[in-house]
């Protein structure tokens, strides 16, 4: 139930390079839609089938009432108008808000889509298409990945290319491993040595860097003989001294490793924080965690220590109060480290339009506003294995009572005051494809 995400905000260190083909975030896919229609699973008129009898998946709307009737095998949120669906026989296809199919079912697989394309899956192979159906990356790859730059990486084998929005193969498949393109420049491996290619596919820096990071504010974090250093666009080195360890620059300051410790440089090489850090994180809104002795606490971009080294785990920040564990228990402080909440809960989620959903083993429904204070209070049964989700721009929030094999049941609404608007009799997914 904490929906905890600590990791995508920690240094990666360029010793550890990450896959390049990950999924796509569940914040850049949607986060801010309407919850509804909501998929959820009902009693129908259709054929027995195996495992889920006559239920089949429909929608509702914020009332409760069925808007979409259920006959699908599964069925995800909608994301950009359309949502995936699955027909018994015909595989995955894309429906509108009322239901109507404007991808026919034809494909194996199906992501949501994002920026006006999906990847599908269709006879073993992936391709990419737009909200018409027309494919933009044919289904020809055993993988493929997302645009960023106006650029995908598609797999073919076990090699890695690039292929632009018109579908033409730009780096042909040829590495062992790919990064995104950022800045104008990929990351590529050949063999167990890392170089870059440009849009044009070009090797715009040769592969000699045991690892190497992406390009971030006109250079890169790489790794040779050992040694972390970094390098512009044409590969030369822009700051004289070379590290343990290095992260990319992000706020024009990075992360160094030196003697063992982390610290930051600016853009000159300065050292402009000491290393005396045993981990640190990317700089957000000011503020970067860092870990000292084994414990967490954050520092200002002058590297003052602006919230004590206390927490044994943390959260990121958001709507300016970060969740924080102290023996096993969360808390809240926000980012002059003053506790909001005192650390009592066995889990938490993140704020989100003001409330945050705790669980301390009550057996209730409850959330907190931004003092701390309880003001969600619903008793409801709600089990270990239950769900708390965060409220939307639709004012309300799901709340699934308990988690089985099938997946969460007694699936509801609730809005601000902790009334049922949606009483809690559905069997349901999450935001995003998870089932919740």
Same mark, same amino acid.
């Given at each position: ?121 269709? @006879? ?8 018409? %159906?027309? #494919?933009?990356?044919?289904? !020809?790859?055993?993988? &493929? /990945? ?90 030369? @080195? ?8 290095? %992260?990319? #620059?992000?706020?024009?300051? !990075?992360?160094?490793? &030196? /003697? ?36 967490y606490g954050f520092i200002n971009r002058a590297g003052d220590m602006v919230i ?52 301390? %083993? ?75």
């Amino acid at each position: 139930m904490n929906g905890r995400n600590r990791w995508a905000n920690r240094i990666i260190l360029i010793i550890l390079i990450t896959w390049a083909c990950l999924s796509i975030p569940v914040s850049e896919a949607g986060a801010d839609e309407s919850s509804f229609p909501c998929p959820v699973f009902l009693k129908s008129d259709g054929r027995n089938i195996p495992g889920i009898g006559r239920y089949r998946w429909g929608y509702i709307d914020i009332k409760g009432n069925i808007v979409i009737k259920p006959r699908f095998v599964d069925a995800v949120h909608f994301r950009e108008g359309l949502a995936a669906v699955i027909v018994k026989g015909k595989g995955y296809g894309y429906i509108d808000v009322k239901g109507k199919f404007v991808i026919d079912p034809a494909f194996d697989r199906a992501q949501d889509f994002w920026k006006g394309m999906a990847r599908v899956k269709m @006879k073993g192979k992936w391709g990419i298409i737009d909200k018409t %159906g027309r #494919f933009v990356i044919p289904p !020809a790859y055993d993988h &493929v /990945n997302v645009f960023r730059e106006g650029m995908a990486a598609v797999m073919a084998g076990d090699k890695w290319g690039f292929v632009d929005e018109t579908g033409r193969i730009v780096v042909p498949p040829l590495y062992k491993q790919v990064e995104y393109f950022n800045e104008g420049m990929a990351a590529v491996m050949v063999g167990d040595k890392w170089g870059f290619v440009d849009k044009t596919g070009r090797t715009a820096i040769e592969p000699v860097f045991s690892s190497a990071g992406s390009f971030s504010e006109g250079c890169a974090a790489v790794m040779i003989d050992k040694k972390a250093k970094f390098i512009n666009r044409l590969g030369e @080195k822009t700051i004289a001294r070379e590290y343990e360890g290095a %992260g990319g #620059f992000n706020e024009d300051m !990075a992360a160094v490793k &030196v /003697n063992g410790k982390y610290g930051f440089i600016n853009r000159a090489g300065d050292m402009v924080i000491q290393p005396e850090f045993d981990e640190v994180h990317f700089f957000h809104n000011g503020l970067a965690a860092v870990r000292v002795n084994g414990k967490y606490g954050f520092i200002n971009r002058a590297g003052d220590m602006v919230i004590k080294p206390e927490f044994d785990d943390y959260e990121s920040f958001h709507e300016g109060l970060a969740a924080v564990v102290i023996k096993e228990k969360w808390g809240f402080v926000d980012v002059t480290g003053r506790l909001v909440a005192a650390p009592q809960f066995d889990r938490v989620r993140s704020f989100s339009e003001g409330l945050a959903a705790v669980y301390d %083993g009550s057996d209730e429904i409850r959330y907190i506003d931004k003092s701390g204070k309880i003001v969600i209070r619903n008793k409801h049964k709600i089990t270990d294995g239950g769900w708390l989700g965060n409220f939307g721009k639709d004012g309300v929030a799901k709340v699934c009572t308990d988690f089985t094999s099938n997946g969460y049941l007694g699936c509801g609404f609730i809005d601000r005051q902790g009334n049922f608007v949606i009483k809690p009799k559905f069997t349901s997914t999450s935001y995003g494809r998870e089932k919740i």
